[in-house]
């Protein structure tokens, strides 16, 4: 069976237990390939295992596979994460959203929500406090702890689950170290909300705002003039004493302005012309504009924000999000979809560029269109700090540190890093306010007195967010997350609940390789070049193979997910009745090499073909229109039986 949770992608997720048939089991985290691997070779032998890895092409989805679970057996699945806190004017934010319950793939029951929240701060708790549900608190003596438990709220889980709380010192910058015995470093963590300049005349922040508008041919008429009516919008909501630019882009780009323009009426009119003129053709590549943009200088105490209005539908995707990781500490990017967009795109670059998406889902209303513009711009036109510092003890070696970007008004400053060598003293953030001009300084001490704390929750976060921020290659993400023992698009927790003997009528198999075939299947056959091709058929399902009384289970999937669950197997002969007779199941398995029995199974590669809403027929022809799935079998050493 299959489940997918959707996450947060600075989620660390750093353990998997489960409790199946009443026995507890702990994920083993290694390499994804290995992990695969020990996955399907316990399925193979009968045992019950689990996989737990981000979706390939989703790493923010976290999928769990679950293999042999016997009929009325239940398994309880475990994930343990650390995560930062967000804010909210003013105050902290712990945000479970209602996405992150399993998305089952196979049948499902109701089930409730139950949270229990621990607060523990190093200065009093002012309050707590829930928009979304009821909730009871119970404070300690002293108010530097707090749990909170959900009330009376006996439903599904349909809103996130959104906790405020406030402390004494929240504008104080605080430096929380740890020392685990493991490690021959400390991580360290800074975090507070810092005060920045803000008068109640003039709120909005000055800086440079480019719009980058796709006019691919992906941007139909409809996306496009909605798209032209919210750059409008964004234009004529600036604030006073910013610049600005205008970049169309498809397989090439053009700027509205040479250099970015000084905010006048005239400059705007200018540009809300250039904009009524784009039409949509091309392919999409944003690198070359983002490139233009993003080597050129800051102005200092005019932060840069770029806003990118796409439907997604961009050619060079990650070549872009990787650069645009390297010049966050510079430049703020935001996202803004249209029409039916690829949100994956949306919301990955404006992770990347620590910015805020937003999307325009139905572009036929200008209710829609105002309100999203709004929105972003109550965001991003905010005073901030720019041009941030941090000057740590001259006795620190810093080894690793996260990427730090400009900060707007009522958001957290947190940094977190790897250091050696580490000694009491003071450390000073500085940054530059937007509305002043000003350099401004806030101090934090460090004291080493006491115990170090010996916990890991800074290692796993700072490793997380430390993974994001640089572009590493697969071998250094490996390294780092074996070493700090957290998930990652590279690694996987695998666990196997072992049975003294293998289930009844379980067929063992192993090495099981798959591999997606974008070229049509070509047919050949190992052995005798006169064998027919022959039909090998279970029952009904969506992916998967089970022989027997569905014991034969997990063997790969098809396009498809959950397995195939056959009450009789039939070896026919491929004559175009039974063909015929076949192609109202939804799944069928072709086998390269004829048998006369399952106890002489010697198949070499099977191909399933899934059946979509076209008759595809089947044979060599019918096979050139679709994607097989092909699965590589090795014989297992043990007899099968019928």
Request: aromatic share 8%; charged share 25%.
């Amino acid at each position: 069976q299959e489940y997918g949770c959707s996450i947060e992608d600075d989620l660390a997720e750093y353990e998997v237990k489960a409790n199946i048939e009443v026995k507890e089991l702990e994920g083993l985290l290694t390499e994804k390939e290995k992990a695969e691997t020990i996955y399907h070779d316990a399925i193979a032998a009968g045992h019950t295992a689990s996989l737990a890895k981000y979706e390939s092409e989703n790493s923010d989805l976290l999928k769990i596979d679950i293999g042999n679970l016997q009929g009325g057996a239940i398994a309880v699945i475990r994930i343990k994460a650390f995560k930062k806190l967000t804010t909210a004017t003013n105050r902290w934010t712990l945000r479970i959203p209602a996405a992150d319950n399993p998305k089952y793939h196979a049948r499902s029951s109701p089930y409730i929500w139950n949270a229990t929240t621990c607060i523990s701060s190093d200065s009093i708790i002012k309050w707590v406090s829930s928009e979304s549900h009821p909730v009871n608190v119970a404070f300690n003596p002293t108010r530097t702890k707090a749990t909170v438990t959900l009330g009376n709220y006996k439903k599904l889980p349909d809103v996130d689950y959104v906790l405020f709380f406030s402390t004494e010192d929240i504008g104080v910058p605080k430096v929380h170290l740890q020392k685990a015995k493991n490690f021959s470093h400390y991580a360290a963590l800074i975090s507070f909300i810092p005060s920045i300049n803000c008068t109640e005349e003039f709120q909005m922040g000055t800086g440079e705002y480019i719009f980058m508008l796709d006019v691919s041919e992906s941007m139909n008429a409809l996306y496009m003039k909605a798209a032209k009516e919210a750059l409008k919008i964004f234009l004529k909501s600036l604030p006073m004493g910013c610049f600005f630019n205008v970049i169309s882009f498809n397989s090439s780009f053009e700027k509205s302005f040479p250099k970015h323009a000084p905010y006048t009426s005239d400059n705007v009119s200018t540009a809300i012309q250039t904009i009524g003129k784009f039409s949509a053709s091309e392919k999409a590549f944003i690198l070359p504009p983002l490139k233009e943009v993003l080597n050129q200088e800051i102005t200092l105490g005019y932060p840069r924000s770029i806003f990118i209005l796409t439907s997604g539908e961009i050619e060079d995707e990650k070549e872009a999000i990787d650069f645009i990781k390297t010049k966050k500490d510079s430049t703020r990017v935001h996202t803004i979809g249209i029409g039916n967009q690829d949100k994956s795109f949306i919301k990955n670059v404006a992770r990347a560029g620590n910015g805020y998406c937003a999307y325009i889902n139905n572009c036929k209303s200008d209710e829609d269109l105002t309100s999203t513009v709004i929105k972003v711009l109550s965001h991003t036109t905010k005073p901030s700090l720019t041009a941030i510092s941090i000057q740590w003890p001259s006795d620190w070696k810093v080894i690793k540190q996260g990427i730090i970007s400009t900060v707007y008004l009522d958001e957290p400053f947190i940094v977190l890093l790897f250091a050696e060598n580490v000694r009491s003293g003071s450390v000073t953030i500085s940054g530059v306010e937007t509305l002043t001009r000003n350099r401004v300084s806030f101090k934090a001490q460090i004291s080493m007195q006491g115990e170090a704390d010996e916990g890991e929750t800074i290692y796993k976060i700072a490793a997380k967010q430390i993974m994001y921020d640089y572009v590493m290659d697969k071998e250094e993400d490996v390294r780092m997350a074996l070493k700090y023992h957290i998930l990652s698009q590279n690694t996987s927790f695998v666990l196997v609940h072992k049975r003294d003997a293998p289930a009844e009528e379980a067929i063992e198999l192993a090495n099981l390789e798959t591999e997606l075939r974008k070229e049509h299947w070509d047919m050949e056959r190992e052995g005798s070049s006169d064998l027919a091709p022959t039909m090998l058929r279970g029952g009904r399902g969506r992916g998967g193979i089970s022989f027997g009384r569905g014991r034969w289970r997990g063997i790969g999937s098809g396009r498809g997910r959950g397995r195939i669950r056959g009450t009789k197997i039939e070896i026919r002969d491929r004559e175009e009745e039974e063909i015929e007779r076949d192609r109202s199941r939804s799944k069928s398995i072709c086998i390269e090499e004829s048998a006369p029995a399952l106890d002489d199974l010697r198949f070499s590669k099977i191909a399933f073909k899934t059946k979509g809403k076209e008759d595809m027929g089947w044979g060599k022809e019918g096979a050139k229109r679709i994607a097989p799935h092909t699965v590589s079998l090795k014989k297992s050493s043990k007899k099968r039986k019928n």
